[in-house]
């Protein structure tokens, strides 16, 4: 997982102390600015179009082109050249490989598998994660899930090896190139805090429905990592060895390849890495475009009310993506540690008996999982659910049941905050922005956050836009009190954090789709289960964050306050929690993205505004409403990101 | 290096030349998971409701081990799956509610996709309150007297007024149009999925609450929650043409299957099953049930229904 940074020097304990009360990059003066910039536009603007919701003088009706444009792709899909001679080699190719590496996976057969899956992870990370690995994909066979598990596989590698491609292309060029960084890295920044729910549609309105799509959506997501940190890695080298290699007369390439790309293997590997993860987080996703696989088998289970079969289908995707972290992760170890790679008679080795494996197994008939060793595990994950909506949604004495607190959040958090964004009038919406996003940034943040957000009215659908805002406010906050509690309790407590860790990996790579059901169970339809979900979902970066923030505090100015009498309790509120605060600061620009990408989601489950129209977009082609509320997604995420932007930017988003 | 710098750029280019001079259509490129290990394979799209489920298991029970096929699924909205269809990525809809645009666009303009047939179940949608409910306040069952009851059945969500839920958005629906012009008390609230809404409503009938929601026949849950249906101004062809202005119930629609023409034409006996591939609202139901209120495996009660039924389906084979 990721390691954080904190960029700033530690200075002498008491030193630090103060430096805490002083005031950074003077937020009065930014205010007063603002004030007078404020006094005289409102009334310009008050006279002109008046206060309350966005005027509607101010909006663009997009619908229409959008419309026309969708018809004329489905239209001429079949004969136009672009199409014939571009976009259908693209789907072309990607059809052929995955069914490619599709038909490699079932002629290896299960045995065949999980041998080469078992020897990769030992040559790459040693043999406890090789016995790990061996054990994932004999449980995704138990499951009952092998054949749509070698789906996803199949569509993980080709989406995976795209992704990893495009992104070291385009890291390299902004890594060697001053003009290239410029121009990718605020696009790359942008990519990496959008919901994937925002991307679907357009490769949808292309593609249409099916693999090639799903494949395009996945690298769209999951490129930007790799493209970052390659161009980290290279810009990262150490300036003695360049100078080094170039006095020995090499030529640029000859630099690149034996001195640059060597040194930025770390963040190459890591690049990989946080590239599979969100792969992975994608394919769920991507099963309500066709992706099939895994992803379909939840979507299909949910459908039905069946918690237990989505679980079953959702572990192996959790067992695949927990196995592939940790074994990509402790190669890069590995490799951060100057040990030289497997040698080349090994690796033949491993793949010779792989080969023999899946041989073996299929001389014996048996490449196909066989049906009598699966385990059903639906049914009793749904009797355990049952008794737990049954015994909690409501009439529980005293506390009152799930759907009297949901009945409560709604009226009295959700409501309030709702009507007070669209009570409030437009200008003051876009001035309350600015001020937070320049107080925490910088002006350049400010700027695009008050920029998205107009976006978002011109585009018409300012009222759903608040609405989502609302929902995503009102979960950063529980998600916020109840991570930081949690985070404060695992830094200090080892065996807590130990206990914790698990539970946290588990969590973050379930699927999101995983959730919606048990929470409609608990807290009905509406936004309440869009918001509760979102919670569960973000909660385990933000303990994460904080967690490892609060241990990063210097010793030093711990015990500094601790000499001086201080109490645990003092320690915490004016040493420790003051000192991490680049931490906390990323702690909520992480729950912020994560909880938007999740509320977004529940649309499903009765979230309702700009989810419920990118939902409904996807479901009756209706590219207009889907497309327009995919773009306000993006502002969205893009003002709520810039909002809480300090200014250093952070290395990853799933943390 | 020069030399093989070149060579790659050569062989590079000599690829883009053949690969790209050629048209590649990529409205006929099958699922890739299609035909894997020299089987015959059918796709076959499967909505999100359990009674399209039900048709794909029996239909996938009996192409599997009657006709030996291999049976893929792709779960889709029902306009996403029109355009799959019609790319060929999928073979067959066993269920279609009726949509006239993409009927027009794909069968009798593009002709990409032929006629099926019925399926032999007839749909209806409507409003409906739970019967318990409808027992106690017999005049419910009147649109007229709903308003009555906006005060019982609002709830956090809905405001101050009363509730409608529906379902999916990607199922027709009038429901906005039909509480403007009917000038209710009420607010239309979307579960966003049909899941959500099932869930919600068999959590309301344990509480014994009163609830009014968008809901479909034939449909599972009626085994499982008895539901009443509200009586709307009554359905006339031609009066819910204009979107804005319905003010009358839904139509009954008899529920229709779709094959990709080229499927239809060169699917061999799998095409020919699945255009006799004819049952009951009965029969569906049964199956339905079993899969989603029993949590059976789509497999094993599609299993279980045609041990139980040979003479229904042995007509279906070729």
């Known amino acids: 997982m990721a390691t954080l940074t904190p960029a700033a020097p530690r200075p002498a304990p008491l030193r630090a102390l103060r430096a805490l009360r002083a005031p950074r990059g003077r937020p009065v003066a930014k205010l007063l600015v603002l004030a007078a910039l404020a006094a005289v536009l409102v009334p310009l603007a008050q006279a002109r179009w008046g206060a309350g919701a966005w005027p509607g003088a101010l909006t663009v009706d997009v619908s229409a082109p959008l419309g026309t444009a969708g018809d004329w792709i489905i239209d001429n899909r079949d004969s136009h050249p672009l199409f014939l001679y571009v976009l259908g080699h693209v789907s072309n190719a990607i059809v052929v490989s995955v069914r490619a590496v599709y038909l490699v996976l079932l002629a290896a057969g299960w045995a065949g598998v999980t041998a080469a899956g078992a020897l990769v992870a030992w040559r790459a990370a040693g043999p406890r994660l090789a016995l790990g ?523 | 290096m020069r030399p093989r710098v070149t060579a790659a750029l050569a062989a590079g280019s000599a690829l883009l030349l053949l690969t790209g001079c050629g048209a590649a259509d990529m409205t006929r490129q099958a699922s890739p998971f299609a035909h894997a290990g020299g089987t015959r394979t059918v796709t076959l799209s499967v909505q999100s409701w359990v009674g399209a489920q039900a048709n794909v298991a029996v239909a996938r029970h009996l192409l599997e081990n009657e006709l030996g096929y291999r049976v893929d699924t792709v779960q889709a909205d029902e306009v996403p799956a029109w355009d799959a269809l019609s790319q060929g990525r999928v073979d067959a809809i066993l269920e279609d509610w009726g949509h006239p645009e993409q009927e027009r666009r794909y069968i009798d303009d593009k002709k990409t996709i032929t006629r099926g047939g019925d399926l032999g179940v007839t749909g209806h949608i409507g409003w409906y309150v739970p019967t318990y409910f409808a027992d106690a306040h017999p005049d419910v069952t009147d649109w007229e007297n709903l308003d009555k009851y906006a005060g019982t059945l609002r709830t956090a969500e809905s405001g101050g007024k009363g509730q409608l839920m529906d379902g999916s958005p990607s199922y027709v629906t009038n429901d906005k149009a039909l509480v403007k012009n009917l000038d209710l008390d009420y607010e239309v609230v979307f579960a966003g999925s049909e899941a959500a809404q099932i869930t919600q409503i068999e959590q309301f009938a344990k509480e014994r609450k009163p609830f009014l929601t968008y809901w479909y026949t034939p449909q599972w849950l009626f085994e499982k929650v008895p539901m009443t249906e509200v009586e709307l101004p009554p359905y006339e062809e031609g009066c819910d043409a204009d979107p804005a202005k319905v003010a009358c119930a839904y139509p009954v629609t008899a529920l229709q299957k779709y094959l990709n023409a080229d499927f239809a034409r060169g699917g061999g006996d799998a095409a020919e099953f699945l255009k006799r591939f004819r049952w009951s609202t009965e029969d569906q139901n049964e199956v339905s049930l079993m899969i989603a209120e029993r949590k059976m495996r789509p497999e094993d009660a599609a299993r279980a229904w045609a041990d139980a039924h040979p003479g229904t389906w042995k007509p279906w084979l070729p």
Request: charged share 10%; net charge positive; with cysteine.
């Open chain 1, 133 to 655: 690995t061996a054990a994932a994909f004999l449980a995704c066979g138990l499951l009952g899930m092998w054949v749509p598990t070698m789906q996803t596989l199949a569509l993980m590698v080709v989406a995976v090896l795209a992704s990893a491609v495009v992104g070291a292309l385009l890291g390299l060029a902004a890594g060697l190139s001053d003009r290239a960084e410029r121009v990718l890295r605020p696009v790359l920044d942008t990519m990496q805090v959008l919901p994937a729910f925002a991307y679907l549609l357009p490769v949808v309105l292309v593609f249409g429905i099916g693999v090639p799509a799903a494949v395009l959506a996945t690298v769209v997501y999951a490129a930007p990592p790799m493209a970052r940190l390659t161009a980290l890695g290279l810009r990262g080298a150490d300036p003695e060895v360049l100078e080094a290699v170039t006095s020995l007369g090499t030529t640029a390439r000859q630099r690149l390849l034996t001195a640059r790309l060597p040194l930025a293997r770390r963040e190459l590997l890591l690049g990989l890495n946080q590239t599979i993860m969100m792969a992975l987080s994608m394919a769920v996703i991507a099963s309500v475009i066709g992706a099939g696989g895994l992803g379909d088998r939840v979507y299909q289970a949910l459908a039905s009310v069946d918690v237990g079969a989505a679980l079953a289908a959702g572990i192996p995707i959790v067992l695949l993506a927990v196995v592939l972290d940790r074994v990509t992760g402790a190669a890069g170890e590995r490799l951060g540690a100057a040990r030289r790679p497997p040698s080349r008679p090994l690796l033949a080795l491993a793949a010779a008996g792989a080969l023999a494996v899946a041989l073996a197994a299929r001389l014996a008939g048996r490449s196909l999982w066989p049906g009598a060793w699966e385990v059903p595990i639906a049914g009793p994950v749904n009797r355990a659910v049952d008794w737990m909506t049954a015994h909690l949604y409501s009439g529980v004495p005293v506390v009152g049941g799930t759907a009297d607190w949901a009945a409560r959040f709604t009226t009295w958090v959700l409501d309030p905050v709702r009507d007070g964004l669209l009570w409030l009038p437009w200008w003051s919406v876009l001035l309350l922005v600015a001020a937070l996003a320049w107080v925490i940034g910088t002006w350049r943040t400010a700027l695009t956050a008050v920029l998205a957000l107009a976006a978002i009215g011109v585009l018409g659908v300012w009222e759903p836009s608040l609405d989502t805002l609302s929902q995503v406010l009102a979960a950063v906050a529980a998600t916020l009190v109840l991570g930081v509690a949690t985070g404060i309790a695992a830094a200090r407590g080892d065996r807590f954090e130990r206990l914790l860790r698990p539970v946290l990996d588990v969590f973050q790579t379930m699927p999101q789709f995983v959730y919606l059901i048990p929470v409609v169970a608990l807290f009905g339809v509406g936004r309440a289960p869009a918001v509760a979900a979102a919670v569960v979902y973000a909660l385990p970066a933000v303990v994460r964050i904080t967690a490892q923030g609060l241990r990063q505090v210097d010793p030093a100015a711990l015990e500094a306050a601790r000499s001086l009498g201080a109490t645990t309790g003092q320690q915490l509120r004016q040493v420790q929690l003051p000192l991490a605060r680049p931490a906390l600061l990323l702690a909520v620009n992480q729950g912020v993205v994560l909880v938007l990408a999740v509320v977004i989601i529940g649309g499903l489950v009765g979230g309702g505004a700009l989810g419920y129209q990118v939902v409904f977009g996807l479901a009756q082609g209706d590219l207009a409403t889907g497309l327009v509320a995919g773009a306000a997604i993006v502002c969205l995420g893009l003002m709520l990101d810039r909002v809480t932007q300090p200014t250093a930017r952070r290395p990853r988003k799933g943390a």
